[in-house]
């Protein structure tokens, strides 16, 4: 059960950009696919879609997006599945610091949409089509962080 609640927020102005890890990308493809739904729905005309080869390398993108700079949120999509090794926790972790050390150096909305998930089958419930697609929650987030961020700065 999902317990989750997004406002139905109208993106209409803003420009969100979307990174992608391809790694595991049945999955990823997915969150894309759930993200770009909410998004549209919205009513967001200007959707940037970056693809990174891995979850490891999501911060990096998002970091330059931040710079770069004219966004009001980033998106950020990917899928890492435990393994019988201790990898599954450098990476998740560091893709988790990352974005969040992104966004409050930028003061940039970045939603966290990476799956951690303990095996295919799990990432695959979570990446499928429906509410508990992750890859619409982040995009929903991102939304509503975006418009809070709006009327916080009094734009």
Do not use: W
């Amino acid at each position: 059960m999902d317990h989750n609640t997004y406002l139905k927020l109208d993106g209409r102005g803003m420009r969100i950009a979307v990174v992608r890890a391809r790694f595991n990308e049945e999955i990823t493809k997915g969150l894309l696919d759930g993200a770009l739904e909410v998004l549209r729905d919205a009513g967001i005309f200007y959707i940037e879609i970056v693809e990174v080869p891995g979850s490891f390398e999501i911060p990096i993108a998002a970091e330059t997006l931040a710079r770069r700079g004219g966004l009001d949120a980033v998106v950020c999509l990917g899928a890492v599945i435990k393994g019988a090794t201790p990898h599954f926790h450098y990476i998740s972790s560091s893709c988790s610091r990352g974005l969040t050390d992104v966004a409050v150096r930028h003061g940039l909305p970045i939603s966290f949409g990476v799956i951690t998930a303990e095996n295919s089958t799990q990432a695959r419930e979570r990446s499928g089509s429906g509410e508990m697609n992750r890859g619409r929650e982040a995009a929903a987030a991102a939304l509503e962080m975006a418009a809070k961020v709006r009327e916080i700065r009094g734009t």
